[in-house]
């Protein structure tokens, strides 16, 4: 068993900044690629950002520039600064982990910005 838990959202005005934060932990052997997906209602679950275990990034065009992922492989721990948020940002924020062959999803965070 593997839990991902997330922590770190709620509500903000635009402009304003969040950070994200989430903990691995169970019968981890080896995380590789760590990342931030969103969802809205109706939508498809899209990538926010990831991370290699070698610290290699990559970011959705929309969030260039603004977001970025970070990681501490000692601790299992995968984060997410967020800055000059949009209400397009609102969303439920999830964290995955890819172990093998296999995808681990955390329970989700509620990201609200207003404008």
């Known amino acids: 068993q593997v839990q991902l838990v997330e922590s770190g959202g709620g509500l903000v005005q635009t402009g304003e900044s969040l950070r994200l934060s989430c903990a691995a932990s169970?019968?981890?052997?080896?995380?590789?690629?760590m990342s931030w997906y969103r969802q809205t209602p109706g939508k498809q679950r899209e990538l926010v950002a990831r991370?290699?275990?070698?610290?290699?990034?990559n970011y959705a065009d929309s969030v260039k520039g603004r977001f970025t992922i970070s990681r501490d492989n000692a601790k299992n721990t995968v984060s997410l600064q967020m800055n000059s948020l949009k209400p397009e940002d609102t969303a439920v924020y999830y964290c995955a982990a890819a172990i093998l062959a296999n995808m681990y999803w955390g329970q989700g965070t509620q990201v609200t910005v207003s404008s």
């Open positions: 991370i290699t275990n070698g610290g290699s990034t």
């Open positions: 169970g019968s981890i052997f080896s995380i590789n690629t």
